[in-house]
C-alpha cells in the first residue's frame, strides 16, 4: 500500500474501481435447506447474534469450532485428510502451505456473489490460491491488524504512537505479552528502526533458507535476552483480553479485534498501529475436500458477504469486512474506534505479511522453540 493522507477505512474496504453489487446468486429453496454446516474458524469470528441471525432464517445449524492459530487449522486437516468440516479460515499468506496439501477444494465461483467484497481482497483468491488453475479455494472473510494494545490507565507511548520495542522495553518489563513468531518479527521491526539489524532484513528472511536463518538468528538471540520482560504468550483472542483486564499486561503486541471490542465495551483499553507499521493480514473461507454440507456452505458465504450482516459482526468482535458498504451498517463506535487506530498515514504504513512457504514455517519453528523453551 502506498502511502496517501486521504486514505481511510472505506478507501482500504473499496480498493480501486468498486463494482456495483449484484442481484443475490441464491435461491430461496437452497436457504430452506436446513442441515447444519461444520465450521472451523477463528475463535472471536461469529458472534452469538450472527449465528442466531443465520440459524433462524436458513434453519441451517451452525456447529463451530474455535481456533487460534493457522497452525491448528493445518494440522487438523492433515490428520484428518481434509474431513469433518465444510469450512476452514486460513489467512491469505499461507497458500503456498495449502497448495501441496491437496486438502481444500475450488469454490464453484457462479454460486458466489463475489461483487460483494472488496476487488483487491477477491484477487487474491483469484492470483495466490487458484491451484492447479482449477479456481479460487479462498475467499476473503475478515481483515484486521497486529499491533499494539495498551492500558490507557496505566501506560501512555512516548509519542505519537506506540512502537513494537514497547513490549520488550526494561520500563515494560514483567507486564507485557505478546503471540511468540509475531512478536519476534515485530522485534526485528523494531530493531531495523533503531539500528540494531540492517533495514529490509526482516523482509528478505522469506527470500531463501539461508538468509532466513541469520536474520532469525539475530533475532532470536536478541529476544532470549529480554525474555524475562515478557509475561504472558497468547494463542489466541481471548488470552488476549484476559491478559489486558486480568493478568497485569499494560501493553502487548495484538491483533485489532480484541482491544478494540474492549475498548468499545468502555475499558480503558487502546489499540494503535505502531511506528514499524501494523501487520496486516485477511482471513478468509476454504472448503475443505471433505466438506458434506456444500449447499449449506454457499448458503452460509451469501449470508457473510451481505452489508448489513457483516457491518454488525464487525460491531461486534472488532476486527474489519472485506464486504463493500459493510461499514455503513457498523456503529459509530466502531468507526471511532477504527478511526483512533489507525491515525495519520497508518494505513499508508501497513505491512501485508508475506506469503509463507513450507521450508519459512518449519525453519520459524525452529527459532520460536529456542526462545519459548529458553
Given at each position: 500500500?502506498?502511502?496517501?493522507?486521504k486514505?481511510?477505512?472505506?478507501?482500504v474496504?473499496?480498493g480501486?474501481?468498486?463494482a456495483?453489487l449484484a442481484?443475490?446468486?441464491?435461491?430461496?429453496?437452497?436457504?430452506?435447506?436446513?442441515?447444519?454446516?461444520?465450521?472451523?474458524?477463528?475463535?472471536?469470528?461469529?458472534?452469538?447474534?450472527?449465528?442466531?441471525a443465520?440459524?433462524?432464517e436458513?434453519?441451517?445449524?451452525?456447529?463451530?469450532t474455535?481456533?487460534?492459530?493457522?497452525?491448528?487449522?493445518?494440522?487438523?486437516?492433515?490428520?484428518?485428510?481434509?474431513?469433518?468440516?465444510d469450512?476452514?479460515s486460513?489467512?491469505?499468506?499461507?497458500?503456498?502451505q495449502?497448495?501441496?496439501?491437496?486438502?481444500?477444494?475450488?469454490?464453484?465461483?457462479?454460486?458466489?456473489k463475489i461483487?460483494?467484497v472488496?476487488p483487491?481482497?477477491?484477487?487474491?483468491?483469484?492470483?495466490?490460491?487458484?491451484?492447479?488453475?482449477?479456481g479460487s479455494?479462498?475467499?476473503?472473510?475478515?481483515w484486521?491488524?497486529?499491533?499494539?494494545?495498551?492500558?490507557?490507565?496505566?501506560?501512555?507511548?512516548?509519542?505519537d504512537?506506540p512502537?513494537?520495542?514497547?513490549?520488550?522495553s526494561e520500563?515494560?518489563?514483567?507486564?507485557?505479552?505478546?503471540?511468540a513468531?509475531?512478536?519476534?518479527l515485530?522485534?526485528?521491526l523494531?530493531?531495523?528502526?533503531s539500528g540494531e539489524?540492517?533495514?529490509?532484513?526482516i523482509?528478505?528472511?522469506?527470500?531463501?533458507e539461508?538468509?532466513?536463518?541469520?536474520?532469525?538468528?539475530?533475532?532470536?538471540d536478541?529476544?532470549?535476552?529480554?525474555?524475562?520482560?515478557?509475561?504472558l504468550i497468547?494463542n489466541?483472542a481471548?488470552?488476549?483480553k484476559?491478559?489486558?483486564?486480568?493478568?497485569?499486561?499494560?501493553v502487548?503486541?495484538?491483533?485489532?479485534?480484541?482491544p478494540?471490542?474492549?475498548?468499545?465495551?468502555?475499558?480503558p483499553v487502546?489499540?494503535?498501529a505502531?511506528?514499524e507499521?501494523?501487520?496486516?493480514?485477511?482471513?478468509?473461507?476454504?472448503?475443505p475436500?471433505?466438506?458434506?454440507?456444500?449447499?449449506?456452505?454457499?448458503?452460509?458465504?451469501?449470508?457473510?458477504?451481505?452489508?448489513?450482516?457483516?457491518?454488525?459482526?464487525?460491531?461486534s468482535?472488532?476486527y474489519?469486512?472485506?464486504?463493500?458498504?459493510?461499514?455503513?451498517?457498523?456503529?459509530?463506535?466502531?468507526k471511532k474506534?477504527?478511526?483512533?487506530a489507525?491515525p495519520?498515514?497508518s494505513?499508508?504504513?501497513l505491512?501485508?505479511?508475506?506469503?509463507?512457504?513450507?521450508?519459512?514455517?518449519?525453519v520459524?519453528?525452529?527459532?520460536?522453540?529456542?526462545?519459548?523453551?529458553?
Amino acid at each position: 500500500m502506498t502511502q496517501d493522507k486521504k486514505l481511510s477505512r472505506r478507501t482500504v474496504l473499496k480498493g480501486a474501481g468498486a463494482a456495483t453489487l449484484a442481484a443475490p446468486l441464491y435461491s430461496k429453496s437452497a436457504l430452506a435447506s436446513s442441515g447444519e454446516i461444520n465450521i472451523m474458524m477463528w475463535s472471536d469470528y461469529l458472534p452469538p447474534d450472527f449465528i442466531s441471525a443465520f440459524e433462524s432464517e436458513t434453519g441451517i445449524k451452525i456447529n463451530y469450532t474455535g481456533i487460534g492459530s493457522n497452525e491448528e487449522i493445518i494440522n487438523k486437516m492433515k490428520a484428518t485428510k481434509g474431513q469433518g468440516f465444510d469450512l476452514i479460515s486460513p489467512t491469505n499468506n499461507r497458500s503456498l502451505q495449502w497448495e501441496p496439501l491437496e486438502l481444500i477444494q475450488p469454490f464453484d465461483m457462479a454460486r458466489v456473489k463475489i461483487d460483494a467484497v472488496n476487488p483487491a481482497m477477491a484477487k487474491i483468491g483469484t492470483d495466490a490460491w487458484n491451484f492447479g488453475g482449477n479456481g479460487s479455494h479462498w475467499l476473503p472473510h475478515i481483515w484486521g491488524t497486529e499491533g499494539i494494545a495498551y492500558r490507557t490507565d496505566l501506560w501512555l507511548p512516548a509519542g505519537d504512537a506506540p512502537s513494537y520495542g514497547d513490549v520488550w522495553s526494561e520500563e515494560n518489563a514483567g507486564k507485557t505479552m505478546g503471540r511468540a513468531h509475531s512478536m519476534m518479527l515485530g522485534a526485528g521491526l523494531f530493531m531495523e528502526r533503531s539500528g540494531e539489524m540492517e533495514p529490509g532484513s526482516i523482509w528478505s528472511a522469506y527470500n531463501d533458507e539461508e538468509t532466513m536463518r541469520k536474520v532469525w538468528g539475530q533475532v532470536t538471540d536478541w529476544c532470549v535476552a529480554r525474555k524475562d520482560r515478557i509475561k504472558l504468550i497468547w494463542n489466541d483472542a481471548d488470552t488476549q483480553k484476559n491478559g489486558l483486564m486480568n493478568e497485569g499486561v499494560v501493553v502487548g503486541q495484538t491483533w485489532d479485534g480484541p482491544p478494540l471490542a474492549l475498548k468499545a465495551a468502555g475499558e480503558p483499553v487502546h489499540y494503535q498501529a505502531p511506528v514499524e507499521g501494523a501487520m496486516a493480514w485477511v482471513d478468509g473461507m476454504s472448503m475443505p475436500v471433505g466438506a458434506a454440507n456444500i449447499d449449506q456452505v454457499y448458503a452460509f458465504i451469501e449470508f457473510a458477504y451481505r452489508p448489513e450482516q457483516a457491518g454488525h459482526a464487525i460491531d461486534s468482535h472488532g476486527y474489519n469486512s472485506p464486504v463493500l458498504g459493510a461499514d455503513a451498517f457498523a456503529g459509530d463506535v466502531y468507526k471511532k474506534n477504527f478511526q483512533e487506530a489507525y491515525p495519520g498515514e497508518s494505513l499508508g504504513n501497513l505491512n501485508p505479511w508475506p506469503a509463507e512457504a513450507p521450508w519459512y514455517a518449519d525453519v520459524r519453528t525452529e527459532f520460536v522453540n529456542k526462545f519459548t523453551s529458553a
